[in-house]
């Protein structure tokens, strides 16, 4: 059962795998307590945007997470400040700048010459995990390193601002900034996680941990803590058994968490 583990790729995979799904179950707790679970779907067709402009521009794929990472933060602090306006609700904000942000995806490919790098569009809508390279997991570490410091400091707050935005900004709290934090932490996580299980499967990735854990947890740091299990365990579990089973890595890791889900679900008292 443990012969992967003596794989050199699946061994990436596994590292990339485990610190992705607990990133972005950590950022899925403040994601799914807002009411805000379709965002991580909005970005990831925001990521598609930028992958594309990548292309356009001559960047290959794998250097494309370069391109991709601004054009999806600006998405997401544009989807922040219509929803501080006030005029428009989460869901309808998202679902705006994601069909043009894809929209915009599309065009960018059509736009492409026959002399650019050719793109296998498979890999980019359902990952490739298998192909994680050592640069990968260096970008993954930075950006793993990074979300970390920033939550850490930020969480009493941010937990604050999530519960009773309006009595944490009488209370001094800068509310607005941790939010455009929190959508800019989403929108790198996302892009991050893309390589992972691709553009049509990674809000998976932040809602379905989170989701498990608020049914488990009392508290949002129980929450928490369940939540990054989750994403972790799913991630190293879904690996081993798609080795095994021969089958698509990024949709048994969904499917794992997706059990998982199911399971807890069922058997939770009410």
């Known amino acids: 059962m443990l012969e992967p583990l003596m794989v050199p790729f699946m061994q990436r995979a596994m590292i990339a795998g485990a610190v992705v799904g607990g990133l972005c179950a950590m950022i899925g707790v403040f994601v799914v307590q807002r009411g805000l679970s379709f965002i991580g779907d909005g970005l990831a067709h925001a990521a598609f945007g930028g992958i594309a402009l990548g292309l356009l ?31 428009l609700r989460g869901d309808v904000a998202t679902g705006v700048f994601s069909a043009v942000s894809f929209a915009l995806g599309v065009l960018f490919l059509g736009l492409r010459t026959a002399e650019g790098p050719q793109v296998n569009v498979e890999t980019v809508l359902f990952g490739s995990i298998l192909a994680i390279s050592v640069e990968d997991l260096i970008t993954v570490g930075v950006v793993a390193a990074i979300t970390i410091v920033l939550m850490a400091f930020t969480w009493t707050k941010l937990a604050y601002a999530t519960f009773d935005a309006e009595l944490a900004a009488l209370s001094g709290v800068p509310v607005a900034a941790l939010d455009y934090m929190l959508l800019a932490l989403t929108a790198v996580v996302i892009v991050v996680a893309v390589k992972t299980v691709g553009i049509a499967l990674v809000s998976s990735f932040v809602v379905i941990p989170a989701a498990t854990a608020k049914m488990l947890g009392k508290t949002i740091g129980r929450v928490a803590w369940i939540s990054i299990a989750m994403g972790m365990l799913g991630s190293v579990v879904g690996l081993l058994l798609s080795y095994h089973a021969n089958v698509a890595s990024g949709a048994t890791i969904i499917l794992t968490l997706g059990a998982i889900f199911g399971v807890v679900l069922l058997t939770k008292r009410k």
């Open 57 to 87: 521009l001559g960047v290959t794929l794998e250097r494309m997470t370069w391109v991709a990472l601004p054009f999806t933060v600006i998405v997401a602090v544009g989807i922040g400040y219509v929803l501080r306006r006030g005029s």
